[in-house]
């Protein structure tokens, strides 16, 4: 079995795996944009605030409720992206990466909130129409929120797709569907201005409806990655780069999972039975290169060699058994 070190991981084309930390570098990515974005949408709410309290305006009021909850976001994001950088340890040795998937749980609860929030204010309105001061100034802020969230949606996709977090991805889109909120509130408030007061909570409930389907989209991105599910076109990859290395015989069981925004791979491969495990260590070693050189989203790989005659974990079963005081039994 080879589980290499990747700070010493070097090869005679003159370049290194792992010399530094790929999670390190991406993490650090993710605190970048998750600062930049928290500046970007805290001044956007606060002006937003600023002109509820001058003119009144529930709908404007849900819509900054809104923004600033997108803007608070931020801080679960934070957490998670600072505990990724820390290194392993003997109680978690695989790091904590997985803290970003909570992460990513927490932002798609507060985008619920803001669904439920959005469809409460939008009913009220709806029996309780009340009149609007300075309609010229809501329709401003529900331009300046758009345009703040819209930036704010595109940086934070742009590099969350970029780094692979889910949960960054996912922010993103809750910064959108706020920016859309913030339009609603712009096609409601004209349409107080020109005489339909009820244009305004209609509007509101299309939108509640549309954060509901960006609830249900991120949440199955989210959730599929906490039970450890990846994309099927993952396993066909990695199967495709090893089967064309020299020396590997055979392809046994592949997993991926995920951890954060980074993949590891467990692999089993079989070889020709009669090499030394030094030759069968060297091929484990190729093989881990050729996946981590060719498959950038993968952090890691652990290779495991079986002999050709004895390919997949179907040979590392032990047959019912007794020892000491346990009952029969085996291991599969």
């Not at 009149?131 to 401003?140: N, S």
Request: hydrophobic share 45%; no cysteine; aromatic share 8%.
């Amino acid at each position: 079995m080879s589980n290499h070190n990747p700070n010493k991981h070097e090869h005679s084309d003159g370049h290194t795996h792992g010399a530094v930390d790929p999670s390190i570098i991406t993490t650090e990515r993710g605190i970048w944009a998750v600062k930049w974005s928290f500046i970007g949408l805290f001044p956007t709410a606060l002006l937003q605030l600023i002109i509820v309290l001058l003119t009144g305006s529930v709908a404007l009021f849900a819509d900054t409720i809104h923004n600033f909850g997108d803007a608070a976001t931020a801080i679960p994001l934070w957490i998670a992206f600072l505990l990724a950088r820390r290194a392993a340890s003997k109680r978690f040795t695989y790091g904590y990466g997985r803290v970003e998937d909570l992460a990513g749980v927490a932002i798609v609860l507060i985008i619920l909130l803001s669904a439920i929030l959005a469809g409460y204010e939008s009913i009220n309105r709806f029996f309780n129409p009340q009149p609007i001061e300075l309609i010229w100034a809501v329709m401003l802020a529900s331009i300046v929120g758009f345009t703040g969230n819209e930036i704010v949606a595109l940086f934070r996709i742009k590099i969350g797709k970029e780094i692979g977090s889910a949960a960054l991805i996912a922010d993103g889109y809750h910064a959108r569907v706020d920016g859309l909120t913030s339009l609603a509130v712009l096609i409601g408030a004209i349409g107080v201005w020109l005489g339909y007061p009820l244009a305004d909570p209609i509007v509101g409930l299309i939108i509640t409806f549309t954060i509901l389907k960006i609830v249900w989209d991120s949440g199955k991105s989210v959730f599929t990655r906490l039970l450890d599910g990846v994309d099927p076109e993952v396993i066909d990859e990695i199967n495709h780069t090893i089967s064309h290395i020299n020396g590997v015989q055979d392809v046994g069981e592949i997993r991926v999972r995920w951890l954060g925004h980074r993949l590891h791979a467990e692999v089993n491969i079989a070889v020709d039975p009669v090499l030394s495990v030094e030759e069968g260590h060297e091929i484990a070693k190729e093989v881990r290169h050729e996946l981590l050189h060719h498959l950038k989203y993968l952090s890691n790989a652990t290779i495991h060699i079986d002999p050709l005659n004895a390919s997949g974990e179907k040979y590392h079963s032990i047959a019912n058994h007794e020892h000491e005081d346990f009952p029969p039994h085996s291991h599969k």
